[in-house]
């Protein structure tokens, strides 16, 4: 027992609890194959200076109480947690003051620990993981390893955004409206040599193994949407220059060929050079510089106005020979399909507006097959992007338009001129930062005869073609050479300053004694370039690899190195790998729904392939927690001053309240505003449990009987209910519902004369995954030799059970606007917090004056507002 106190004192019970768990190591995961496992995880958190704010917790208590509940039901749980340590923000805190990211992060580490720790969660702490740590991060690279030998990454040439004052390429997720998101400053596109990784040769797969997971539909589709797979065909166009070769298009609408009356390619094309003509030179080059700063979302939103220049120069439409002008305009983007479109103004609203703007011939060649404008003698209102079929288009008139698709996309074919494709919205990911906080590339650039030498006895490590750059300031090319596997980790050097070096590079182009080496190529071992070459033929002089990689890498396969963090020989164990899989259940916020989810399962399915992992899919279920509001509605920032400290509530209320609270506010995945006035019911209720278990003396209630027959009938059934229900809806995450089960209960002890000892204990079991702290102090004093937390999850009696829910209409000023499925009993005070955060009533209650609240207990919740 923490004291001998008769009032429930948190800020002295949940400390013990929390020292005694660590000091017994209670949430240490063991390998026991004999048992069934469940694997919950949370998506690990960045440890910011700024610490933990209240929407943290709320997803990591959602899976705490899964991950007691599951335990008490029997299964070998794996909660880990850890951190996602590199990235922008340490690196700026360095430069501005000189300290290094190591120290800082190493800082933020410990408070986020400490803070988390106070949250009283049951994590496994001897399975924390640092992406910084060289004994985390010689895994990644690693991984990096077995991509490149597989010709899954390469260099190239890309634009990039480029933030001048920050002096470092940023990713897209980076930039808000031209701005870095760190610092505020103009950013530009830039062309860089990048490392590259071909995510597109996993496209199909990553959409079509969407049907395999138990994910939101909201964010298979976003998924969906982001890989963006279309069929069409692939047109050459060609160019009256003849020199210059063909324009390359992807359309998904070949039948709509001969409404083509202009071409248009994007600013970064490369043929725009070749194209402008000397007259139209200078407006091309203002055109550019004008868009440079434009992201792709600006560029492509449907309301803005379209803008473009006349290259000076034409292209030749395959199917009828029209001579179409070539423009540049910003809303083709390099990065999808070929950089180039034909525009058809009658039937694309892009085109269309675009066609309007420059005074383009309009032409339509589709007509829906019912035209009720044209039966009336009408026009058909352009631009029309219907199915129908063919007009104005010579020997294809009259033909449906999706047989007209594959008519002319096999006549162009045979005379060379397309060819059926599928295209991806999706692009390869751009997996380079010119910074120095990140984990350094395995790779060293070596001349061909260097790499030809290594190619003798290394030929397994190599991709199927040798990736190279050339360096445009002396022509040179250089050859990718991995280091062995024996080498890694490969770690970051000290360095004077974390600023960019402003050429592109990192600040690791400046550590020459780093850069610059000597490596065997047989077991990676490596000395500065300035001193003498060691004796032997496997020493070639390289030139380290500058660019970093982003702090996606080291979050793309945590979730298997928690399953064996210290193996030295390998990423995991392949038995362990077998038995935990993958995780049973993941947790974490909407905004990672597309990049991090997707990156994930790439390199999951690179690793399936390796067959060094025995799933296909990283992520079998998947929960969205949804976003916990300020006081004033708005969502949390400093600037807005309405940041809420899990300290303070800690402190003021106790860990035990505030995680009832954030799983009392609301359905978890809704959005939901904090509010300090309502945590004070939860508070009240945690004190009458104490209560209902300790008398006023500081001893055992005197209504606790030993006698098993001292419970009422309808205590035990309420019970029976309570146990069924809180079990049921901690499966289904209804963690609001489940304490509303509870408050039920606890509020029929409270009428009882007498309770027997073993229903409240089973009570506290039921209580103990989400206020494990003063379940645990109850439990002690009532008699229990062991941490509740050993304790089997209670069975419920079918027969001591009758309905334990109904639904509640809900009615604001006379309308229908929810039903609420509440435990029978569920009195008003708890019904209408059930309806002010349910998200179809609370729009119309929000910031609303409650004139009349009319309850009929089990059928109906009518509100009467201004």
Known sequence: MATHCKDYEFLQIEPHWQTFWENNRSFRTENDTSKPKYYVLDMFPYPSGAGL????????????????????????????IGWDAFGLPAEQH??????????????????????????????????????????????????????????????????????????????????????????GFPVERRNLRQWVLRITAYAERLLSDLKDVDWPDSTKRMQEAWIGRSEGAELLFKLEQEHLGDLKVFTTRP??????????????????????????????????????????LERTDLAKDKSGVFTGSFAINPVNGARLPIWVADYVLMGYGTGAIMAVPAHDERDYEFAQQYHLPVIQVIEPDHNENASNGGSLKLPYTGDGKLVHSEDYTGLAWADAKKKITADLAARSRAKATVNYKLRDWLFSRQRYWGEPFPVLWVTEADYQLAATTRAADLPPSPVTYRDAATGETWYALPLPAAALPLTLPEVESYLPSGNGESPLANVTEWLE??????????????????????????????????????SCWYYLRFIDPQNETAFADPKLLAYWGVPDLYVGGAEHA???????????????????????????????????????????????????SPDTIIASHGTDTLRLYLMFLGPLEAMKPWSMSQIEGVFRFL???????IGREGEINPKISDDASADSTELL????????????????MRFNTAISQMMIFINAVQKAERVSLATIRAFLQVLAPLAPHITEELWSRLGGTSSIQQAPWPAYDPAKLVATEQKIVVQINGKKRAELLVAVGTKQDIAMRLAETNPDCAPHLTGKTIKRVVFVPGKILNIVVE
């Open 255 to 296: 039948d709509t060929l001969f409404g083509a009356t202009y071409m248009v390619i994007a600013p970064e094309h490369p043929l725009v050079g070749a194209l402008t003509t000397p007259e139209q030179r200078d407006a091309i080059d203002a055109y550019k510089k004008k868009v440079a700063g434009k992201s792709d």
């Open 717 to 732: 059934k309420t019970l029976h209910e309570t146990i069924k229900k809180v079990g049921d809806d901690i499966e289904a």
């Open 594 to 644: 597309v990049l991090h989810l997707l990156y994930a399962r790439f390199w999951h399915k690179v690793l399936f392939d390796l067959g060094v992992v025995p799933q296909a899919e990283p992520f079998t279920k998947l929960f969205h927690q949804g976003i916990i509001l300020g006081e004033d509605g708005e969502k949390m920032s400093k600037s807005r001053g309405n940041v809420v």
């Open 687 to 693: 004190q009458k449990v104490w209560r209902e278990c």
């Open 517 to 554: 080496v000597w490596v065997n190529i047989t077991t990676g071992e490596s000395v500065p370039a300035s001193q003498p070459r060691p004796v032997g033929e496997m020493w070639i002089r390289g030139r380290r690899e500058t660019n970093t990689m982003p702090q996606w890498a080291g």
């Open 53 to 80: 704010h209240i929407g943290h917790p709320e997803g990591y208590t959602a899976t705490d109480i899964i991950a007691r509940y599951k335990r008490a039901k029997g299964f070998n749980v794996l909660h880990p």
């Open 94 to 183: 360095a430069v501005k003051t000189g300290t290094h990211p190591a120290s800082n992060t190493q800082n933020n580490i410990t408070n986020f620990r400490r803070q988390i720790k106070a949250l009283g969660f049951s994590y496994d702490w001897e399975r924390e993981v640092d992406t910084t740590d060289p004994k985390y991060f010689k895994w990644t690279q690693w991984i990096f390893l077995q991509l490149f030998k597989k010709g899954l990454a390469y260099v190239d040439e890309r634009p990039v955004w480029w933030c001048p004052e920050l002096r470092t390429v940023l990713a897209n997720e980076e930039v808000q409206d031209g701005k870095s998101e760190v610092g």
